[in-house]
């Protein structure tokens, strides 16, 4: 059974600090390029960030310098370190999957709120 399973979120202050994870069941994780879109209140998702298979990263310019996006092959996960959150980042962030042949997979995400 494919499963993609988003853990991490939660209620953080302005300039701090949250880890989000996304693990992968079912399938050859490593033969998938991993991506991490958000949605915030209100609005449409919107694409934060990518890693391939080879470890390339992009980003979204809302994400650049603040955002780092990482994978571990051998556990099936991939990360999103979340850093100098702003309250705009306040979304629910999901993790997406997408293989070279077409398939894409999305999990059910994880909240993140940024408040005082």
């Known amino acids: 059974q494919v499963q993609l399973v988003e853990s991490g979120g939660g209620l953080v202050q302005p300039g701090g600090s949250l880890r989000l994870s996304c693990a992968a069941s079912g399938l050859m994780f490593s033969n998938f390029y991993a991506n991490w879109y958000r949605q915030p209140p209100g609005k449409q998702r919107e694409w934060v960030s990518e890693?391939?298979?080879?470890?390339?990263?992009g980003y979204a310019d809302s994400a650049k310098g603040r955002f780092a996006i990482s994978r571990d092959n051998v556990a099936n996960k991939t990360y999103l370190q979340l850093n100098n959150l702003k309250p705009e980042d306040t979304a629910a962030y999901y993790c997406?999957?997408?293989?070279?042949?077409?398939?894409?997979?999305w999990g059910q995400g994880t909240q993140v709120t940024v408040s005082s």
């Open positions: 997406k999957l997408v293989h070279p042949m077409g398939v894409t997979l």
């Open positions: 890693i391939t298979t080879e470890g390339k990263t």
